[in-house]
């Protein structure tokens, strides 16, 4: 699958809304607020981010043609640092004793610091994929960002559709693998 519409095909018919909403989504009409830059770089920090590696590569194909490396990276880089602050931060925030939030974290966050692309950018990168991971304070704070670098709630939400339509993509077609492989096997 190499094409958005080989993705989309390969979809089984109980999700044909996500089929939709795909095209729907990584196009500029429908992400107000970004660029197309944008669009593919949260596209695949959400892949990425998915914990579907056959998905991943076949996204990470289909954005090299809209991203350069280094925001190639950064969407790999957003997935992989928020991969653990989510879970980190969202312990903080759930376990109800304030004296956690006063600790020093002590895990290395450089890349935030210095991501390779513009600081909004990586910070909607970090936005979407703590929506996936469902880390309020890490939602809240990357959203904040956000905003504070000039972009609008438009662009938030058309960020956050992006991740979520991905995401749920990658795992209707993670979850449909193995269904196709048992019939084939049955099938031969």
Same mark, same amino acid.
């Given at each position: 699958?190499?094409?958005?519409?080989?993705?989309r095909?390969?979809?089984?018919?109980?999700?044909?809304?996500l089929?939709?909403n795909?095209s729907?989504?990584?196009?500029?009409?429908?992400?107000?607020?970004?660029?197309?830059?944008?669009?593919?770089a949260?596209?695949?920090?959400?892949?990425?981010?998915?914990? #579907?590696?056959r998905f991943?590569?076949?996204?990470?194909?289909?954005?090299?043609?809209h991203?350069d490396?280094?925001h190639?990276?950064?969407a790999?880089?957003?997935?992989?640092?928020?991969?653990? #602050?989510?879970?980190y931060?969202?312990?903080?925030?759930?376990?109800?004793?304030?004296?956690?939030?006063?600790?020093p974290?002590?895990?290395?966050?450089?890349?935030?610091?210095n991501?390779g692309?513009a600081r909004?950018?990586?910070?909607?990168?970090?936005?979407a994929?703590?929506?996936i #991971?469902?880390?309020?304070?890490?939602?809240?704070s990357?959203?904040r960002?956000?905003?504070?670098?000039?972009?609008?709630?438009?662009?938030?939400?058309?960020?956050v559709?992006?991740a979520?339509?991905?995401?749920?993509?990658?795992r209707?077609?993670? #979850?449909?693998?193995?269904?196709?492989?048992?019939?084939?096997?049955?099938?031969?």
């Amino acid at each position: 699958m190499n094409t958005l519409d080989a993705i989309r095909d390969a979809l089984p018919d109980y999700a044909r809304d996500l089929r939709l909403n795909l095209s729907s989504v990584l196009a500029a009409p429908g992400a107000p607020g970004l660029t197309d830059t944008q669009i593919w770089a949260v596209a695949l920090a959400a892949a990425a981010a998915s914990g #579907n590696p056959r998905f991943t590569a076949e996204m990470e194909t289909l954005a090299a043609v809209h991203l350069d490396a280094a925001h190639r990276q950064a969407a790999h880089a957003a997935a992989a640092i928020m991969g653990m #602050n989510n879970v980190y931060y969202r312990f903080v925030h759930l376990v109800e004793d304030a004296e956690y939030a006063t600790l020093p974290a002590r895990l290395r966050m450089n890349v935030i610091g210095n991501p390779g692309i513009a600081r909004a950018d990586f910070e909607l990168l970090s936005l979407a994929v703590s929506a996936i #991971n469902g880390c309020g304070a890490c939602v809240a704070s990357h959203e904040r960002q956000v905003r504070q670098q000039g972009m609008g709630r438009e662009a938030v939400q058309s960020a956050v559709r992006i991740a979520a339509t991905v995401h749920a993509v990658a795992r209707v077609l993670k #979850n449909a693998q193995p269904a196709d492989a048992a019939r084939e096997a049955r099938a031969a």
